[in-house]
């Protein structure tokens, strides 16, 4: 089967960068020439096309039932200069399998929607524009007044454009008016993982949780040469040590990760003691408790040293919380890779995704197949075709198990 393939590589010829890769941010003429693209296949496809406020594309194939439905889908906006696969896959996989599943004229108890989702990456206008729309975490009036960041335009006006291109192929709605089930998301990996381990498919079992520490520990300036050791206050002692006790801290939990990556030096000069640094440590796991304890631990180890050192600690955290997935659907999913005789992996999403904004209303879950070498958000993101069909099947046959009323 070599549709998908071919969706793939129609969508990466659109907005395509000289640089070698695609340009597609949400809503920019890039990104309205691939969003018509789709539209028509949508239609080519036997879908009912609506569009939200939020610029979300829905293509609606009926069920039995009215409602619920099952959703699936994903973005095609892209980064500057990204890759061809990132959200694309999990668009033209649901596409592919509701073709599929007409030319098998399949008839479920319930509807399925494949849903365009807007600005997933956040390049445009804000980060998940149309899922936060969709699942009402925003209104109407709040994404409107928004103003482009690659051009000065409103969110309503960019919109008015986009529905202007698609006029007389889709159905306006305000939001989509109808109870949602379950979602579910086909997507590459975006991390090394499944292409380093030879493993098929991902089982995501949640999305990772973003903990951002930031400390600011504060000494006393001086001179670095008639200032005694003992009458120091530098604040790059205590730094120093809690860099290495996140390294340490995140070893001792499972599937953690934790970095240092912002270090300022105040005034970072080689002749003067700092007076002040500034550290930022940003924290990823599944488990809300274990980020909390990390945290906790990662703290007190800090205090430590400043005491030691006669320095003073200001902190300041920023918590996004994990998102769990159903565990129906991760059994759903996991089934269906066994069924299709693929290798699989349980693991968490460490990118975010439109759907842990799904997670507000619905049971969610995701798919991942392999991103050579882990590389994403470049023009080198690579997933070979197969990888892409094995997703696709097993997406097909998880939202079958979930499309029949048992
Ligand atoms: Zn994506």
């Given at each position: 089967m070599n549709r998908i393939r071919e969706d793939i590589e129609a969508l990466g010829k659109i907005g395509k960068d000289n640089r070698g890769g695609n340009s597609r941010p949400a809503l920019t003429y890039q990104d309205l020439e691939a969003r018509k693209h789709v539209v028509d296949i949508m239609k080519d496809a036997g879908l009912r096309v609506l569009v939200d406020k939020g610029a979300n594309i829905i293509g609606i194939r009926e069920g039995k039932l009215k409602e619920p439905f099952v959703s699936t889908g994903s973005h095609i906006d892209t980064v500057m200069n990204g890759g061809m696969f990132d959200g694309v896959l999990g668009v033209m996989g649901g596409l592919e399998t509701i073709r599929q599943m007409n030319e098998e004229r399949i008839k479920t108890d319930f509807p399925l929607a494949l849903i365009v989702f807007t600005d997933e990456e956040g390049n445009s206008f804000m980060p998940f524009a149309g899922s936060?729309?969709?699942?009402?975490?925003?209104?109407?009036?709040?994404?409107?007044?928004?103003?482009?960041?690659?051009?000065?335009?409103?969110?309503?006006?960019?919109?008015?454009?986009?529905?202007?291109?698609?006029?007389?192929?889709?159905?306006?709605?305000?939001?989509?008016?109808?109870?949602?089930?379950?979602?579910?998301?086909?997507?590459?990996?975006?991390?090394?993982?499944?292409?380093?381990?030879?493993?098929?498919?991902?089982?995501?079992?949640?999305?990772?949780?973003?903990?951002?520490?930031?400390?600011?520990?504060?000494?006393?300036?001086?001179?670095?040469?008639?200032?005694?050791?003992?009458?120091?206050?530098?604040?790059?002692?205590?730094?120093?040590?809690?860099?290495?006790?996140?390294?340490?801290?995140?070893?001792?939990?499972?599937?953690m990760v934790g970095t240092v990556g912002f270090l300022e030096v105040s005034p970072n000069v080689v002749n003067v003691i700092s007076g002040k640094v500034r550290l930022g440590i940003d924290i990823r796991s599944l488990s809300e408790k274990d980020m909390e304890d990390a945290t906790t631990k990662i703290m007190k180890g800090a205090e430590n040293s400043s005491l030691m050192e006669g320095v003073r600690m200001e902190t300041e955290r920023l918590v996004e919380k994990p998102v769990p997935c159903s565990p129906k659907v991760i059994g759903e999913i996991k089934s269906s890779a066994e069924e299709l005789g693929y290798s699989y992996l349980i693991m968490p999403s460490r990118a975010i995704h439109d759907t842990q904004v799904m997670a507000s209303i619905t049971d969610v879950g995701m798919i991942f197949v392999p991103s050579k070498d882990g590389i994403s958000h470049a023009p080198q993101e690579w997933t070979d075709w197969e990888d892409c069909d094995r997703g696709q099947r097993v997406l097909k046959l998880a939202l079958l198990k979930e499309l029949q009323n048992k």
């Open positions: 936060k729309f969709f699942t009402g975490e925003i209104n109407e009036e709040e994404l409107g007044k928004l103003r482009g960041k690659y051009e000065d335009i409103s969110f309503r006006d960019t919109f008015k454009r986009f529905i202007e291109k698609v006029e007389g192929k889709v159905e306006l709605i305000d939001r989509f008016p109808f109870k949602v089930k379950t979602h579910m998301e086909l997507h590459v990996e975006q991390g090394p993982i499944l292409d380093a381990k030879k493993i098929q498919i991902g089982v995501v079992n949640g999305i990772v949780g973003v903990e951002r520490l930031w400390i600011n520990f504060l000494g006393k300036q001086s001179h670095a040469g008639s200032t005694p050791m003992n009458m120091r206050a530098d604040p790059l002692i205590p730094a120093s040590e809690t860099v290495l006790k996140v390294r340490q801290t995140v070893g001792e939990f499972n599937e």
